[in-house]
Nanobody
Framework: QVQLVESGGGLVQAGGSLRLSCAGS???????????MAWFRQAPGKEREFVAA????????YYGDSVKGRFTISRDNAENTVHLQMNSLKPEDTAVYYC?????????????????WGQGTQVTVSS
């Protein structure tokens, strides 16, 4: 079982930046480094949307079209942490941001492929 806790959300003006963090803990078969990690977000009345993912081996990264060039995902396996650096924020980035993890198969952009989820952190971007 893996527990994920997000932090770093808040209120920021359009054009500003925020850095989200997700700390992993709990029992894992082979350690945090064996998990693909991802960020998703969900705005009120909308479906949960893929934001970014990072592969467990090699660190390849993947991004949703709406955040490419503005957001950067990274991981620190020694600290069991994954980060999401968000720059040039827009009001449409306002959502609850969720960290997700899974060790099965390949890295995915699909919600259903992730077994472990954090509680989420609110990001609000004012215009």
């Amino acid at each position: 079982q893996v527990q994920l806790v997000e932090s770093g959300g808040g209120l920021v003006q359009a054009g500003g930046s925020l850095r989200l963090s997700c700390a992993g803990s709990g029992r894992t078969a082979s350690g945090f480094s064996t998990y693909h990690m991802a960020w998703f977000r969900q705005a009120p009345g909308k479906e949960r949307e893929f934001v970014a993912a990072i592969r467990r081996v090699g660190g390849d990264t993947y991004y949703g079209d709406s955040v490419k060039g503005r957001f950067t995902i990274s991981r620190d396996n020694a600290e069991n942490t994954v980060h999401l650096q968000m720059n040039s924020l827009k009001p449409e980035d306002t959502a609850v941001y969720y960290c997700a993890a899974d060790f099965r198969g390949g890295v995915s952009i699909r919600v259903v492929e992730y077994a472990y989820w954090g509680q989420g952190t609110q990001v609000t971007v004012s215009s």
